[in-house]
């Protein structure tokens, strides 16, 4: 059993930044790939970006390369999502979730776990 649990969404003004964190139960955290994914007011989820076990290989949406930097600091058990520049498109509920293969899947169906979600909106 895996916990994920968000925090650190709110409301941004278009441009401004924001830092998600996700923070998770268990020893074996490590282990894990860990995505990012959101969902948009009456849209379908999206992987805007994973990561694997150890952090050495990252992917990232179009939408939001060169913006959005995910990280992970295994021994606290926690994964980031710096999202800079950011614009009214983004807003979406934001969720983490974990891949137990490690691998940080580009799949949404790999994503065994997920947390409750963190809102994040950015007005214009």
């Known amino acids: 059993q895996v916990v994920l649990i968000e925090s650190g969404g709110g409301l941004v003004p278009a441009g401004g930044p924001l830092r998600l964190s996700c923070a998770a139960s268990?020893?074996?955290?490590?282990?894990?790939?860990i995505g990012w994914i959101r969902q948009a007011p009456g849209k379908d989820y999206n992987i805007v970006a994973a990561?694997?076990?150890?952090?050495?290989?990252?992917t990232y949406a179009e939408s939001v390369k060169g913006r959005f930097t995910i990280s992970r600091d295994n021994a606290k058990n926690t994964v980031y999502l710096q999202m800079n520049s950011l614009k009214p498109e983004d807003t979406a509920v934001y969720y983490c979730?974990?891949?137990?293969?490690?691998?940080?899947?580009?799949?949404?169906?790999?994503?065994?776990?997920w947390g409750q979600g963190t809102q994040v909106t950015v007005s214009s």
């Open positions: 990561i694997n076990w150890s952090g050495s290989s990252t």
């Open positions: 979730a974990a891949d137990l293969s490690g691998s940080g899947s580009q799949a949404r169906d790999d994503y065994d776990y």
């Open positions: 268990g020893r074996t955290f490590g282990a894990y790939g």
